[in-house]
């Protein structure tokens, strides 16, 4: 066999060669993820199902002895120069290094500064595309989190190691994230889906999920509309979530049962914030039946009834379009066009106002689907959406 000399690995190392005029100790990869259900329900306790996408981030990492961390990106310019003993959230300049620098700090934080001390050079080198609601993000800090693992030979779960990469986004970044995210670039694996419990993230459970197997794709369209007005809107649905989990008396949405949502929701108050906000009745509904669509979907799945799950996937977003309010014009037109052109079912995925959606479709039915969805964004004046089929793929691991 030959060896191929541009594999990920290989460019990673040479690359890190170039910057570091050294080679590094290894190559660690995290990848991105797609949520085929289970919407802003992390932050809520309750239940999301996940799959990592054939796309990652790469880091190639090697140890220092002076103190020094210096970290570079094939996508982005320089390199960026901090000491370890000074890492601390809020620094200026540090830029997209922050997601870097935020995992070796939360890592110091938690206990290993020592180990840490001498400092390490890191070349990062990702596939999966930015702000595209792929969590381009969490898969650089778990590359990270998983090679600095490796490296200091530190004793973390994937799960604890996803918890300390999502502690690095919210309080080094300043990005308050659930930890779907992170929990979905560590702990998933190749042809399953991760049934993520929020409440109980230690507890990993997997479904074999392989739409090839079953003659099915499961096409991830980007919108190509970024979510710019998103930070304020995530905020406040948030806020209300927790105000009308205090209402109920319950720690979290989540504790709200599905059988109960009807008596739930005649104990807030009615009707829509005046800037046209959702209410607390609809940001209720919407989470609780959008858990409800989670155990639904993984029970389909667990049985080899992917195809029954299309409608569920259809009917969840009409939840987040209508009950939630985080959809756009863009993501409806993909939902409403696959569905009219014959997928299964459809909707929009990650934290909302474009991004990405997820189509679930036969095989042989899938370049009519995207052939469609492009038709429609042409006949608008809309930027193309790109699409790919989504191979559910490994979780963070080493590269050799
Ligand atoms: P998402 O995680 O959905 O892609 P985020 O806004 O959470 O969107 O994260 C995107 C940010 O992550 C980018 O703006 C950049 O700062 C950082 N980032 C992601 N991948 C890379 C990369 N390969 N090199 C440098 N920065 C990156
Ligand atoms: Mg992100």
Redesign the pocket.
């Known amino acids: 066999m030959t060896q191929d000399q541009n594999t990920p690995k290989d460019r990673a190392r040479k690359e890190f060669a170039a910057v570091f005029g050294r080679d590094p100790e290894g190559v660690w990869q995290a990848p ?1 993820r797609v949520n085929v259900i289970g919407e802003h329900t992390d932050y809520n306790e309750g239940l999301c199902l996940p799959v990592a996408l054939p796309y990652a ?1 790469r880091a190639a990492v090697a140890r220092r002895e002076d103190g020094l961390v210096r970290v570079h ?4 310019d320089g390199v960026v120069e901090a000491r370890v003993a000074e890492l601390a959230p809020g620094r200026e300049g540090e ?5 870097v620098l935020g995992v070796l700090w939360a890592l110091c934080a938690d206990g290993h500064g020592d180990a840490l001390a001498g400092g390490l050079d890191v070349h ?3 596939d ?13 800090e778990c590359a990270v989190a998983a090679a600095c693992r490796e490296l200091y030979g530190l004793d973390y779960s994937d799960p604890q190691a996803a918890l300390l990469a999502q502690r690095a ?1 919210n309080a080094y970044v300043g ?1 308050p ?1 659930g930890v779907l ?1 992170q929990m979905a670039a560590m702990c998933c694996a190749e042809g399953s889906a991760l049934v993520l419990d929020c409440r109980d993230v230690m507890t990993v459970h997997q479904v074999p999920f392989d739409p090839a197997a079953e003659g099915l794709a499961l096409l991830v369209v980007d919108t190509r509309v970024k979510h710019t007005h998103g930070d304020n809107e995530y905020a406040a649905r948030r806020a209300g979530c927790e105000r009308a989990a205090g209402l109920l008396g319950v720690p979290a949405l989540r504790d709200v049962r599905y059988e109960e949502l009807d008596a739930a929701l005649e104990r807030l108050p009615e009707g829509d914030e005046p800037d046209g906000k959702p209410g607390l009745r609809r940001l209720v509904r919407h989470i609780v039946t959008d858990d409800h669509r989670v155990e639904r979907v993984a029970e389909l799945v667990a049985a080899g009834r992917l195809r029954e799950t299309g409608a569920l996937l259809t009917e969840g977003h009409a939840s987040l379009r209508d009950d939630y309010r985080i959809s756009c014009l863009e993501s409806d037109l993909v939902v409403e066009t696959a569905v009219a052109a014959g997928a299964l079912g459809a909707r929009q995925t ?2 909302g106002f474009g ?1 990405c959606v997820v189509v679930l479709v036969e095989e042989a039915g899938a370049e009519a689907v995207t052939d469609a969805v492009a038709a429609a964004f042409a006949e608008r004046g809309l930027p193309a959406p790109r699409a790919f089929s989504a191979k559910p793929s490994a979780g963070a691991r080493r590269l050799d």
């Open positions: 991105g981030a990106s094939a996508q982005a830029g997209w290094a922050a997601y990062m080198d990702s999966v595309p930015t702000g595209a609601g792929l969590s381009s993000s969490a898969a650089l986004e990005v994230c995210d990650g934290g991004g």
